[in-house]
Each structure stands twice: as structure tokens, then as C-alpha cells.
């Protein structure tokens, strides 16, 4: 971005795949970025099971070990989907034993807070929970599906 606006250039569309979001989304020339992502702090993922309890428990613990940015990313949603398919299967099957609970997550879904997760497909894939996200007004929102979009948000170009 910095050379770009040395040069006077803004592009029309720009991506960034698992960017660092805080620092990115703080920059006026970030306006418009694109990214993709799993979850977002807004409906329909923030009334998913769990999810606005995890929402708040980051945003709380981030402030107080002081991070600049406390909105929960994609990251920090992957690691907590991480501990939800782990709690799933062992809870299920009430083992430990790592072929148990890989047989077990290959024939079940395990609801979580990116959505229900299955591991059934070629080389264990499920569905594609990825989604499209904006800088919008110093925020991500998703734009892309729009049955996953931020409320009023619609993908923008330059």
C-alpha cells in the first residue's frame, strides 16, 4: 500500500489472504481490501452456539493482555473451532485414543461456531465455510455470500 500511494496508485480491488487484521484495517488506503474469512463478530456467525460467549471472553481477555486490536479473527476462531472438534469427539466417544476419535469425526459433524463441520470428503475436507470479507467504514465485513454479509454490507470497488 505504501508504495502504491508513493506512485499515486489506487487500485480498483486489492486482496490480502489472512492478513494481520488489525493493522490493516487502521490504514486509510486499506479501504476496500478484500480478504477471505470463517467468522466474523456479526450475525448469522455471532448466534451460532457459543460464539457470543467466545466474542465477549476474547474481546475481554485482548483488552486486558492489552492488544491494540480486541476484535476476534480468524485465527482465534480456528483455534477455538480447533478445541470444539476436539471437545466433540472426545466428549462423543469418551476416549482419547486418536483413531477413535478420527473414525468417530470422519462419520459425524461437529457443530461449532464456524457452522456445522463435517470430515467426510477427499483428504478429510468438508464443506467450504470460506467467506468474503471488506474494509468498510475501518471495519471487515463480509460482503460475499450475502446470506453471510454484515447487516447493510454489499462489496465495493474503487
Do not use: C
Not at 500511494?5 to 490504514?27: E, M, N, R, S
Not at 481490501?33 to 474481546?59: G, N, Q, W
Not at 492489552?66 to 473451532?81: H, I
Not at 457452522?115 to 470460506?130: A, I, T, V
Amino acid at each position: 500500500l505504501d508504495a502504491m500511494k508513493k506512485i499515486d496508485y489506487v487500485p480498483p480491488q486489492h486482496f490480502y489472504l489472512y492478513p494481520a487484521p488489525g493493522p490493516l484495517v487502521t490504514l486509510p488506503e486499506a479501504s476496500g481490501a478484500l480478504s477471505v474469512t470463517i467468522f466474523e463478530e456479526h450475525a448469522p456467525f455471532s448466534s451460532r452456539p457459543k460464539a457470543a460467549d467466545f466474542i465477549k471472553t476474547y474481546r475481554e481477555r485482548a483488552a486486558k493482555a492489552n492488544f491494540p486490536d480486541t476484535s476476534v479473527e480468524v485465527q482465534a476462531a480456528a483455534s477455538f473451532t480447533a478445541w470444539q472438534i476436539l471437545e466433540g469427539a472426545v466428549v462423543a466417544t469418551k476416549s482419547l485414543d486418536d483413531k477413535v476419535l478420527a473414525d468417530w469425526l470422519k462419520k459425524n459433524r461437529v457443530e461449532t461456531i464456524q457452522g456445522s463441520l463435517r470430515f467426510d470428503g477427499p483428504s478429510n475436507y468438508g464443506d467450504d465455510l470460506m467467506r468474503i470479507k471488506q474494509v468498510q467504514n475501518g471495519k471487515w465485513q463480509v460482503v460475499y455470500p450475502p446470506e453471510f454479509a454484515a447487516p447493510g454490507a454489499k462489496m465495493t470497488a474503487r
